[in-house]
């Protein structure tokens, strides 16, 4: 069986209709949640998973169910097909009875296969099904790898490309300490602070970092001081959030003071709580 050129065209319509209305479903969906993840992200995992949802919605049952009717018309006109040859043969008195009871033996056998399995549509489609199955596994494992991989990718990039803050606004949305402390690890803090991130970054960094800092000491200390340094006291977001954060992060270093040699105290944690006693009774 041959699929016409029309309705070949009218299904790719379709499941490109469904994709675009997927993807702007998607994106109504993030313009009504807050702005924590970046919009490059979302677009990037949002793209993946349009694709794999209108793949798996439309373009696989559609070829599903294609292919079952092409096999179903092919599995009538074969039995038609041998239904009259047999006829014909059986009106020919050239026959012997012994070939003609052979005859009745196929057609017998080709209309028990068809009440027994369904026939050839059958068969093939009990193949098919499967091969179905693997795709959607497949299409559903590549969701989860691209979204998994998207927030560090994308960050790398942003490192390579010198945009520093869009990568750390990155690292600080997905809320994950590890990765956050990777990217301070890949930026240095002058390159960082040459010019003053954005109020949003900053008081985000002191609320990522300010936790165990006996670990990587030397790396939270720099940003902290750097950050601490750079907040603009006009700014009344950070003036509702600076006076908590501080008392947060001066109570963190006096939980850490016994864990940390006195010569590294003094070169990294005197002058930080410091700073963050400065800036909280400003």
Same mark, same amino acid.
């Given at each position: 069986?041959?699929?016409?050129?029309?309705?070949?065209?009218?299904? $790719?319509?379709?499941? +490109?209709?469904?994709?675009? =209305?997927? *993807?702007?479903?998607?994106?109504?969906?993030?313009?009504?949640?807050?702005?924590?993840?970046?919009?490059?992200?979302?677009?990037?995992?949002?793209?993946?998973?349009?694709? $794999? +949802?209108?793949?798996?919605?439309?373009? !696989?049952?559609?070829? $599903?169910?294609?292919?079952?009717?092409?096999?179903?018309?092919? @599995?009538?006109?074969?039995? =038609?097909?041998v239904h009259e040859y047999?006829?014909?043969?059986? /009106?020919?008195?050239?026959?012997?009875?012994?070939?003609?009871?052979?005859?009745?033996?196929i057609q017998n056998r &080709?209309a028990r296969i068809s009440?027994?399995?369904?026939?050839?549509?059958?068969?093939?489609?009990?193949?098919?099904?499967?091969?179905?199955?693997?795709?959607?596994?497949?299409?559903?494992? %590549?969701?989860?790898?691209?979204?998994?991989?998207?927030?560090? @990718?994308?960050?790398?990039?942003? &490192?390579?490309? =010198?945009?520093?803050?869009?990568?750390?606004?990155?690292? *600080?949305?997905? +809320?994950?300490? /590890? #990765?956050? !402390?990777?990217?301070?690890?890949?930026?240095?803090?002058?390159?960082? %602070? $040459?010019?003053?991130?954005?109020?949003?970054? #900053?008081?985000?960094? %002191?609320?990522?970092?300010?936790? @165990? !800092?006996?670990?990587?000491?030397?790396? =939270?200390?720099?940003?902290?001081?750097?950050?601490?340094?750079?907040?603009?006291?006009?700014?009344?977001?950070?003036?509702?959030?600076?006076?908590?954060?501080?008392?947060? !992060?001066?109570?963190?270093? @006096?939980?850490?003071?016994?864990?940390?040699?006195?010569?590294?105290?003094?070169?990294?944690? +005197?002058?930080?709580?410091?700073?963050?006693?400065?800036?909280?009774?400003?």
């Amino acid at each position: 069986a041959v699929v016409s050129t029309q309705s070949t065209g009218e299904g $790719r319509t379709s499941i +490109k209709a469904a994709y675009e =209305k997927e *993807l702007l479903r998607s994106f109504q969906n993030k313009s009504a949640l807050n702005n924590s993840v970046p919009v490059e992200q979302y677009a990037c995992a949002e793209l993946i998973n349009s694709y $794999r +949802k209108s793949m798996e919605d439309q373009l !696989l049952p559609a070829m $599903r169910d294609m292919y079952g009717n092409h096999c179903q018309k092919l @599995d009538q006109a074969l039995k =038609k097909w041998v239904h009259e040859y047999t006829q014909r043969l059986h /009106d020919s008195s050239q026959l012997s009875p012994a070939v003609q009871n052979k005859l009745d033996q196929i057609q017998n056998r &080709i209309a028990r296969i068809s009440e027994e399995g369904g026939g050839l549509a059958t068969i093939h489609q009990q193949r098919l099904d499967p091969a179905v199955q693997r795709v959607t596994s497949k299409l559903r494992n %590549f969701e989860v790898q691209g979204s998994v991989a998207t927030s560090e @990718d994308l960050i790398n990039v942003a &490192i390579e490309q =010198k945009r520093f803050h869009t990568a750390m606004e990155m690292a *600080l949305n997905a +809320k994950d300490l /590890d #990765l956050v !402390l990777e990217t301070c690890r890949q930026i240095p803090v002058e390159d960082m %602070f $040459r010019d003053p991130p954005s109020q949003l970054i #900053l008081l985000s960094i %002191f609320a990522h970092l300010q936790a @165990d !800092l006996h670990v990587d000491l030397e790396l =939270k200390s720099s940003y902290l001081i750097e950050a601490i340094q750079a907040v603009d006291m006009t700014d009344q977001t950070v003036r509702h959030h600076k006076g908590q954060l501080m008392q947060t !992060l001066i109570e963190n270093i @006096d939980t850490s003071q016994p864990r940390v040699p006195r010569d590294m105290y003094n070169l990294y944690l +005197k002058n930080l709580r410091w700073s963050a006693s400065m800036l909280m009774n400003a």
